[in-house]
């Protein structure tokens, strides 16, 4: 028994190890510090926004490895410590105004080479490395307004219905809603239509300068119920937003009463997370005013690519982006971009009720996007942060209605495929119940501190330091074999981990441990299964033989138990305990490899082929 492999499986077994060496390479070259500046709609960055940063930095005193424009359209300013990443941030924040997002990010330092062949690092956990932490605040006064803007269309509706003669019905600034009648007589009727109604409103009849009012409250109780609906419908957005970013691992959850906290960690593009999450944009739909119609009833919007084109709308909306039950991004027959947009069932109805009566008559779709101005000043010495919120209209389209429209149809008059791909994105994931707001941002370091991510990395290398130092002393010569196989182990369970852009987390790391474990487990099996054949009398050849072809079950059982319970992990657990699945289950596998192919060809490579009295076990 001579203990060879054929000279395809030792080609096989060369060829994964450099495939796997290759993409577990980035992760010897650390990601850089840096600040990345990116473009709104009023704005570009170019070589003029270039030489403002650098002249920000260079008088703030900072120094840079690199500023450079990127492909995307956008700048990136790489630095050498997080201290001068922080500082930069304020620098040209200040210099730039509001007009240009500036966000904190790592940026990679991969060569060109390995991320022409598809390769990347592997990204770290917040509790190891950190990632993009945003405090959001959510709007609670304007979620119980948009919803009374909601009951304002409705009530003009049965009112209508009922034909109840009124004069307004308008939304005040104190959260009421007023509501003037011709005369007493049909105040009365409307009282008494909204309290059978609805069950949440107050209603109060006033006569004022000798007109009939009734003015509605709210509910103490429909109110909270309103605000926890904002937070969570917000919760469920977002929570499907950072789905389509793609971020593995993410922390969306409520933090207080009326705020918000995300977490991605080993985002790379915080610039773009930070578009897209915070990002309250909605739709409008709604019919053209008529020439006849009242100012009290229109409102005048400018178009977005051309704000000095007007268009009169009519106040009340038909639907909202929430009743967007599905969109898609795509091309017109003319090659410009557009929206295919499904509704829902009520959403279908409301559209199809409202335009069967509108054939030939515009409607105008309006993005809707809550945003906020920072405004720093100096108070005692100390700069203070203030943010003004305001909303800002603009027009997409405005188009004939040829027929009645139902529950699918599409929007065009975007500007590009980027503008058109974030539309459908942010319509699919859902719109925001109410408006967010950012109070804080920032790229955060270990959540664990850096003396517990110090001392638990001091642990795994000194625990894989004694299983090296055991395996060598106890097994000599196939202990050292092993050893080379471990650590060949590792190398594979990075290089596959970065392949699948797997986000490594201190439960990751335990999956790591575990799996030295087990993959030295496995040596051992079959190293002491070779020592019972030898003390039975085999030749050395035939003990090596048996030895690992006798251990081949109990390895497999063991590990396949293993991984079923490792499977059940990652399809029920969440978060940590999914990262640990993750890493645990792709340890077992790559351990199984290294175990009995890698160690077989090792000692295939030293003792097979010759004869032998005696060997080093």
Same mark, same amino acid.
């Given at each position: 028994? =001579? ?50 940063? +650098? ?6 005193? $900072? ?26 941030? +304020? ?46 605040? &959510? ?12 009951? &304002? ?71 909270? +119920? ?24 993410? =922390? &969306? ?61 009519? /106040? ?164 050292? =074999? ?50 019972? +054949?030898? /003390? ?18 109990? $390895? ?25 699945? &993750? ?35």
């Amino acid at each position: 028994m =001579l203990n060879r492999y054929p000279l395809w499986k030792n080609l096989m077994i060369l060829l994964v190890l450099v495939i796997a060496g290759i993409y577990a390479a980035p992760n010897l070259y650390p990601d850089d510090f840096a600040v990345q500046v990116s473009s709104t709609r009023t704005t570009e960055v170019n070589a003029n926004t270039l030489t403002q940063i +650098e002249s920000a930095l260079q008088t703030s005193g $900072i120094d840079t490895k690199d500023v450079a424009l990127q492909e995307d359209g956008g700048a990136l300013v790489r630095l050498g410590t997080s201290d001068a990443q922080l500082a930069a941030k +304020e620098a040209i924040a200040d210099q730039l105004g509001s007009d240009y997002v500036v966000a904190l990010n790592l940026a990679p330092t991969t060569p060109d080479w390995l991320s022409s062949l598809g390769a990347g690092p592997m990204k770290l956990g917040l509790d190891l490395r950190g990632g993009v932490h945003f405090l959001l605040e &959510v709007d609670m006064a304007q979620a119980v307004g948009q919803r009374l803007d909601v009951y &304002v269309s409705e009530i003009k509706t049965k009112l209508r219905e009922e034909k109840l003669r009124y004069r307004v019905v308008d939304h005040l600034d104190d959260g009421r809603l007023a509501i003037r009648f011709v005369d007493a007589e049909a105040r009365d009727a409307a009282s008494n239509l909204l309290l059978r109604t609805y069950q949440e409103f107050l209603v109060d009849s006033q006569d004022v300068d000798g007109d009939a009012w009734l003015y509605v409250n709210l509910t103490e109780q429909t109110i909270r +119920e309103i605000e926890d609906y904002a937070i969570k419908q917000n919760l469920t957005t977002l929570r499907n937003r950072v789905n389509e970013l793609g971020v593995a691992e993410p =922390l &969306v959850q409520r933090q207080g009463r009326n705020r918000i906290v995300v977490q991605l960690p080993g985002v790379q593009d915080a610039a773009a997370a930070k578009r897209i999450i915070g990002k309250t944009a909605n739709l409008e739909f709604r019919l053209e005013a008529g020439p006849d119609a009242s100012r009290a009833t229109t409102e005048t919007y400018g178009f977005r690519d051309t704000p000095e084109r007007t268009a009169n709308l009519e /106040k009340d909306v038909i639907i909202t982006g929430s009743s967007v039950s599905n969109a898609q991004a795509a091309f017109d027959e003319n090659g410009m971009p557009q929206v295919s947009i499904t509704l829902d069932a009520k959403g279908g109805q409301m559209m199809s009720r409202v335009t069967r009566n509108a054939i030939q008559r515009r409607m105008a779709v309006l993005f809707v996007e809550h945003k906020q101005r920072t405004l720093v000043q100096t108070i005692d010495g100390e700069r203070v942060e203030k943010r003004i919120p305001y909303t800002e209209k603009g027009l997409i389209s405005l188009a004939t209605i040829q027929s009645t429209l139902g529950n699918s149809f599409r929007i065009t008059g975007l500007d590009s495929a980027q503008e058109s791909s974030e539309l459908a994105l942010l319509l699919r994931a859902g719109a925001l119940a109410a408006p967010i707001y950012f109070v804080e941002e920032r790229t955060v370091g270990p959540s664990l501190g850096a003396e517990n991510i110090e001392l638990g990395t001091l642990s795994v290398k000194i625990g894989f330091a004694l299983v090296l130092v055991f395996m060598l002393v106890y097994y000599k010569v196939f202990g050292l =074999l092993a050893n080379v196989a471990l650590t060949l182990n590792l190398v594979l369970l990075v290089a596959v981990m970065s392949l699948m852009s797997a986000t490594l987390t201190l439960p990751g790391i335990a999956g790591i441990v575990l799996t030295v474990g087990m993959a030295v487990d496995a040596n051992v099996l079959i190293f002491e299964r070779i020592k019972e +054949e030898l /003390k039975n009398g085999q030749p050395v050849q035939s003990a090596i033989h048996s030895g690992f072809a006798r251990a081949f079950t109990t $390895i497999l059982d063991a590990n396949v138990t293993t991984l079923i319970a490792a499977v059940i992990l990652f399809a029920m657990g969440t978060g940590p305990v999914k990262g640990f699945a &993750v890493t645990l289950s792709v340890g077992i596998l790559t351990s199984m490899f290294t175990a009995l192919l890698v160690t077989r060809a090792l000692v295939n490579l030293v003792y097979g082929g010759r004869k032998l009295n005696k060997v080093m076990i």
